[in-house]
């Protein structure tokens, strides 16, 4: 195969490693392409192409993290990566680390280590790459590579949930609650929701979003129902929707343009979380994006009248 071809085989595979380092599609997506732009311009083709192109990938992407951590901190409300429908790369082998580490909850996890951390973890744990090889995408020794990933391994050990939910109990416990919501049944909304369950939403102070967290079953059940029920007033409609591997849905106006994502944590049999990703700069890859405040406005006259 030319360059070309070689580098469009693995392009799923650079993605998902770039989008897991980096918790956002349109960053992930730039360190793909400079990746490119790197091959094309080596001078000679590397023995093993998918090491040098995963390699590559990995370090653009930790000098991207690094810059974007600052950036987090004064980041406006809480902070969430961007939803991603549908992870690319696909391998039969690893599909169940695949699947976890897309899922919001584990990219917040990873949050919580280093750029350096982040990325042999993800390497390593996800992917399965050999030390040698996440030793030379990183600069670090084997040794230190192997130190990194015990220490990223037991603060994500750490920070996980005793019980995962399978994946028919989710979709089933999802199928309930977007049909209670639709319906505004706050008893049935209340019913799947577990007792400390909390909503949080990401609007990046560029839309309208929850002043704070909402916790408690009866507070969130509440609030969900009657939003939703103003909503459907102004057109508002949704369709369930697979986001980062977990039971969600994409929220639309009447002109079908895309106004949030909603995505559930499902363990013990009810909804433990309730994620919302409102900031319209997460979610330009979606489709044409909402005015979410020119709704809030006619909501509230809405209201008033």
């Excluded at 369930?240 to 009447?254: K, L, M, S, T, W």
Aim: include cysteine; aromatic fraction near 8%.
């Amino acid at each position: 195969m030319g360059r070309i071809e070689e580098f469009e085989d693995l392009r799923p595979l650079l993605f998902s490693i770039a989008y897991r380092i980096l918790g956002s599609v349109s960053e992930a997506e730039d360190a793909v392409q400079e990746t490119w732009l790197r091959y094309e311009l080596a001078p000679e083709r590397p023995e093993s192409v998918k090491a040098f192109l995963s390699a590559v990938v990995t370090r653009i992407s930790i000098d991207v993290l690094r810059s974007a951590r600052v950036q987090r901190e004064a980041y406006v409300g809480p902070w969430f990566p961007e939803p991603l429908l549908a992870d690319p790369y696909e391998d039969p082998a690893r599909a169940a680390e695949l699947a976890d580490s897309v899922s919001m909850a584990s990219l917040l996890l990873l949050e919580r280590l280093s750029p350096l951390e982040r990325a042999v973890f993800v390497l390593r744990e996800v992917f399965g790459f050999g030390y040698d090889e996440i030793a030379a995408a990183v600069g670090r020794s084997e040794a230190a590579c192997r130190q990194l990933a015990v220490r990223a391994r037991r603060h994500m050990q750490a920070g996980r949930p005793r019980f995962a939910a399978a994946r028919r109990e989710r979709e089933e416990l999802a199928s309930r609650f977007f049909a209670a919501l639709s319906q505004g049944d706050v008893t049935g909304l209340r019913d799947l929701l577990a007792a400390d369950v909390s909503l949080v939403g990401d609007g990046g102070g560029k839309a309208p979003q929850l002043a704070r967290a909402v916790a408690g079953a009866d507070n969130v059940a509440r609030l969900l129902a009657s939003v939703f029920d103003r909503l459907i007033e102004m057109g508002v409609s949704f369709e369930p929707h697979e986001v980062n591997g977990q039971p969600g849905a994409i929220f639309r106006d009447r002109d079908d343009k895309v106004l949030y994502t909603v995505v559930l944590d499902v363990l013990d049999g009810k909804v433990q979380t309730v994620r919302s990703v409102i900031n319209p700069d997460k979610l330009t890859h979606l489709g044409p994006v909402a005015d979410a405040w020119a709704l809030d406005r006619e909501v509230r006259r809405a209201r008033r009248t």
